[in-house]
């Protein structure tokens, strides 16, 4: 799962947090269209610092796209059918509560290590123990899951505490550590430990991250390998927050990739160049229900979203190119396409938000400022740096009709690392807009329900009765035979304000002198270098 502000990642992916899916390539010019080259550097750049580069402990989506060039999950996911194909396994089960996998045979790490069944299973109740606090237990590993290896069988059987209907999607996002990686885990902050196609082997924390190609490579994504023609030797992950700058970048041949919003995206179009594109939820409203906040209050919660015009702020956020959210879960290929958003989320009424705070016991003082008890209501909005200058203009229209209810909202632009960090240390928030994108709705349980941050990734505080005992029911039902009733657990949490999804959008990596394919996050083994 990525949290992310542009793209996906919890594959959950704070830009667009997911299991991945699609991005369709397109366009022509500099992008691509010629003839594929071997070898050379692709350089791409990344709008966030990655921070700590240990793959199983954040669900950054900065840290979840670098991930991808040195660690391999267990399966992968089809970007168009959505069907579960090979990784690191060649064969796979879900039966009940039992899930069988056989891994392919050679797998070595970076530093020559054989990937075990057992180093597999030991990857697996590492994430499941909630001791190390891994934000991907109960999102792509299901709680209470314990594995076992096999080493001279090469199968590896995980146990379920209970049926988890999409239990396969969730292991082709949970990346896989290498011996001296498990062993220690410090090492893997600035370092690599992986079976993955590149290995990291220079990091400029803020700057830089360079991988060099493995040779040898053979489990990639339904078979793919490092001997494909018209891959790069040579990765640069180049952190540039400007997006005015990454665009130039790009416009001038220096770097070969980009994820680009706003404005620039329209002259880099103009431009011709190759184009991959996702989709995925860019604006979502959560609110901080943590005991002692004013949010805690759901009065306070359908006020304040009652009084902002959620298909204005979509516009604006998207600069026009969005539309409105339609579920919780739509990573690319999405598991349980529908519609939980428009019938349930509350309308735009500011007259009846003032009145629900009136009765609430917000009254409104000479200063326009509501207050009860003495104390204003006075609250912390947090958004992400990086979604453009529609993001910018989009929160300063959410605080003048916040304003306009009575609430002195004090809206501040984070990175993701900084972000991440807040609303997962339990730290001194009201609302944010945090982007989770996942292509399974039961990825998302953790986030919604059960033990807050920082105990648990509950990081909203969320408790919505009807959205847990609706989980509950669906959790025995298989896969999608249970979409129906997902939606309409959605639907409760939607209903309530609890959680306020309001923008998607289609989100672009533009190229130039490279092609490549964007399901979530770019796929390494997707790269193709083209002769300018």
Known sequence: MKLTATALGLCVTSALLAGCGGGDGS????????????????TMSLSQDPGNLDPQMSAGSALFTVTQFAYDPLLSVNPDSGEIESALATEWSAEGTTV???????????????????????????????????????????????????DAAGTVTIELAAPAPFVLNGLASLPMV??????????????????GPYELTEAAPGESYTYSIRDGY????????????????????????????????????????????????????????????????IGEQWYNHAEGRATSDPAVRMALTQAVDLDELQK???????????TLAVSEPTSCPGDSVSGSLPAHDPDAAADLLEQAGWTEG???VR???????????????????????????????????????????????????????????DISWVSLNVNAPDQLVPFMSGPAAPDGTNFAAIANDEYDAAVKDVM??????????????????????????????????????????????LVPTSIRMMAK
């Open 218 to 281: 053979t489990w990639g994504p339904n078979g793919a390998t490092t001997d494909t023609e018209g891959l790069p030797d040579e990765v640069v992950i180049k952190i540039t927050e400007n997006e005015t700058t990454a665009a130039n970048l790009l416009l001038s041949g220096e770097i070969n990739a980009a994820q680009v919003l706003g404005p620039d995206a329209k002259r880099l179009q103009g431009a011709k160049l190759y184009e991959a594109t996702t989709s995925g939820i």
């Open 27 to 42: 366009g022509g010019g500099g992008g691509g269209g010629g003839d594929v080259v071997d070898g050379g550097t692709f």
């Open 371 to 429: 207050t009860k008890d003495g104390k204003p209501l006075e609250l912390v909005f947090l958004y992400q740096n990086n979604t453009g200058a529609g993001g910018a203009a989009a929160s300063e229209l959410a605080v003048q009709q916040w304003k306009e209810l009575g609430a002195k909202v004090t809206a501040t632009a984070q990175n993701e690392t900084t972000l991440t960090g807040t609303i997962f240390g339990a730290g001194d928030w």
């Open 178 to 195: 290498c011996p001296s990686g498990l062993e220690d885990r410090k090492s893997l902050a600035q370092g690599t430990s992986g079976t």
């Open 316 to 326: 604006v956020l998207t600069s026009g190119t969005g539309g409105p959210a339609t």
């Open 476 to 521: 025995s039902t298989p896969g999608v035979e249970g979409c129906d009733a997902w939606l309409e657990a959605e639907s409760k949490l939607i209903a309530a304000a609890d959680i306020v999804p309001f923008a998607n959008n289609s989100v672009t990596t533009f190229g130039n002198g490279a092609e490549f394919q964007t399901p979530g996050n």
């Open 100 to 150: 069988s996998l056989t891994l392919a045979k050679g797998i070595t790490c970076a530093d020559g290590t054989e990937m075990t069944p057992t180093l597999v299973a030991d990857n697996l109740n590492f994430v499941g123990d909630p001791k190390n606090q891994s934000p991907f237990l109960g999102t792509f590993l299901p709680a209470e899951a314990k594995a076992t290896g096999d």
């Open 366 to 368: 000479d200063d326009g």
